[in-house]
């Protein structure tokens, strides 16, 4: 019984925490500044990285390479912008937002972006 109990809290705990991240879903835009890359093989296509929001955190995986982040306004205007760099896993947004806002991520000749709520 005491079993069952644990199980249960435990399966609690991660579902309540499990749904209080929400993936961003992240489109991939190569060559953006139109830089000439590579010699014209065709080359895998790169994976969006993983990122989740809550409130106004952002988290990425563990292992990641070195981003610049922008977060854009209805209009395009960025209103705020930070490196990300490898070794950090989570970015606070400022508080003061709130609303629907472009998040963009820029690596190298890669551009991701995706919207997310605050």
Do not use: R
Not at 19 to 29: D, G, P, R, Y
Not at 59 to 88: C, Q, R, W
């Amino acid at each position: 019984m005491k079993k069952l109990f644990l199980f249960v809290l435990s399966a609690f705990f991660i579902s309540t925490n499990l749904m209080a991240w929400e993936k961003v879903s992240l489109s991939v835009c190569d060559d953006y500044d139109n830089t000439p890359v590579g010699h014209g093989y065709g080359k895998s296509p790169i994976q969006a990285p993983t990122v989740y929001i809550e409130d106004y955190t952002l988290s990425f995986v563990a292992d990641h390479p070195e981003y610049i982040l922008n977060i854009k306004d209805e209009a395009g205007e960025v209103i705020f912008t930070t490196i990300v760099y490898s070794t950090e896993t989570q970015v606070t947004l400022p508080t003061t937002l709130s609303g629907d806002y472009e998040i963009e991520l820029l690596m190298g000749n890669w551009k991701f972006t995706g919207w997310i709520v605050i």
